[in-house]
């Protein structure tokens, strides 16, 4: 029951991380997305909470913007903007936090491989939200790719490494001083 009520808070916890982190944004030329922290967030959650909780928290997530409270990028709100051009990429989250929660869950010690599920995740996630973009702004391939991906690779990439080493020794900490909290390790393997 403890533990049930510690991964339930720890959802809450994500969630609220995400709605606090994703509208603060660079922005950019419509029709492109801002350069916001939702991804960071999205990292952040996966890493310490696992594939179930952190897919929670971006339910949640999704639902109270969706409901109207401005916590997509810019301060945004609404199902519209889940329907828009950018909300394949809010979509996308789901697929980072499966990739990063089932790897750090999985290889508990190889920090390199936790890093390899982030990268996976992001690359579906921008497979995903880059096709959305450019069936809904009339947009080719390339031309989808230029505005959804390229401005936001080097941002991306410094955002994982350092939810990597953010996350990796507080991971650790929480295991010790929670246990059972965090993904309780299955006999035999080695995951926190």
């Known amino acids: 029951m403890k533990t049930n009520v510690q991964k339930i ?10 709605c606090i982190l994703s509208p603060i944004s660079i922005p950019l030329p419509s029709p492109m997305p801002a350069i916001t922290l939702a991804i960071a967030a999205v990292y952040l959650s996966a890493y310490l909470t696992g ?3 952190s897919s929670a928290a971006i339910l949640i997530y999704i639902l109270l913007g969706c409901i109207g409270l401005p916590v ?3 301060g945004q709100a609404g199902l519209s ?11 996308g989250y789901f697929f980072i936090a ?3 929660g089932f790897t750090v869950q999985k290889f508990e010690k190889k920090i390199y491989l936790h890093i390899i599920g982030m990268v996976i995740g992001t690359l579906i996630c921008y497979t995903f ?17 230029a505005a959804g991906v390229a ?8 955002k994982l ?11 650790r900490q929480l295991a010790r001083l929670l246990p059972g909290s965090i993904s309780p390790a299955k006999q035999g393997t080695s995951r926190l």
Not at 9 to 18: D, R
Not at 129 to 140: D, E, K, P, R
Not at 161 to 171: E, F, K, L, N
């Open 9 to 18: 808070t720890f959802t809450a916890l994500m969630a609220a991380l995400l």
């Open 51 to 53: 594939p179930k909780c």
């Open 72 to 74: 997509f990028s810019k």
């Open 81 to 91: 903007v889940l329907a828009g051009p950018t909300g394949g990429y809010i979509i």
């Open 98 to 100: 499966i990739c990063t």
């Open 129 to 145: 939200g880059t096709v959305w973009l450019g069936i809904s702004m009339h947009l080719s391939p390339k031309a989808a790719i």
């Open 151 to 158: 401005p936001f690779v080097v941002f991306d990439a410094i």
């Open 161 to 171: 490494i350092a939810c990597t080493a953010i996350g990796y020794p507080v991971r």
